[in-house]
């Protein structure tokens, strides 16, 4: 049962535009939604995260936009980099399982100069 | 402040070998997961200790086990290895002071382990 899906699998992005990737959870019981960014050959890196008392987060060119009612979060990378090729990964924790975090597919995240 | 530290980085066993492998988290960190990933599964839970006790099992075979010692440093151990155990093992490691209390969680580089 996959509790967390995550789209696309793959992206290709021309620099200085927008990439969006989008999850979707079923488990209500989830509140805590971070988003992971891993390099190759490197373990996955926080890049931010958010509750879902809260709609919208935003770190530098990094947004979180979350719906609580259609159980759907997603990432926004404005003004995407070169430096940004990466996969993602969503995931969810719920409130009473400590460390247990729920991690989506991924995506390869490709940004073209 | 240093990391989360995995040691060793890679690994190649025999089938019906078993392994461990180690994690040392961040300083001060109490809680400990560990992590499979695979092209085809993607990230998927082990477990997770805290304070020397296992908090949390995801679905895994009993072949997969862990500990965690009292300075919070922490081992996960695959006995009779099987080919499709070749992944890489993550850990990670959170402040977690306890369970409800949602805080960062920070990744190790992982070990690669081959299984041939």
């Known amino acids: 049962q996959q509790q967390v899906k995550q789209s696309p699998q793959s992206l290709i992005v021309q620099k200085g535009g927008i990439s969006i990737i989008n999850c979707a959870y079923e488990?209500?019981?989830?509140?805590?939604f971070p988003w992971y960014q891993q390099f190759p050959g490197k373990g996955p890196a926080l890049l931010i995260a958010?509750?879902?008392?809260?709609s919208e987060k935003k770190e530098g060119r990094f947004t979180i936009s979350f719906n609580k009612s259609a159980k759907q979060f997603s990432l926004h990378i404005m003004d995407s980099q070169p430096g940004d090729s990466a996969t993602y990964f969503c995931a969810a924790k719920r409130y009473n399982q400590g460390g247990k975090l729920i991690f989506g597919q991924g995506t390869e995240l490709s940004v073209k100069p | 402040k240093a990391g989360v530290t995995q040691t060793p980085r890679y690994l190649i066993k025999t089938r019906g070998q078993q392994v461990t492998l180690s994690c040392s988290p961040i300083?001060?960190?109490?809680?400990v997961s560990w992590y499979q990933q695979t092209p085809g599964q993607g990230l998927q839970f082990l477990f997770e200790y805290f304070s020397e006790t296992q908090r949390n099992k995801g679905n895994f075979p009993g072949r997969f086990s862990g500990r965690q010692f009292s300075n919070s440093r922490s081992e996960m151990n695959v006995s009779t290895l099987e080919l499709g155990d070749s992944a890489l093992y993550l850990c990670a490691s959170s402040l977690e002071g306890w369970a409800g209390i949602n805080t960062e969680a920070f990744f190790g580089q992982g070990t690669r382990l081959t299984v041939v």
């Open positions: 488990n209500t019981a989830f509140d805590y």
């Open positions: 300083s001060g960190h109490r809680s």
């Open positions: 958010i509750r879902p008392d809260v």
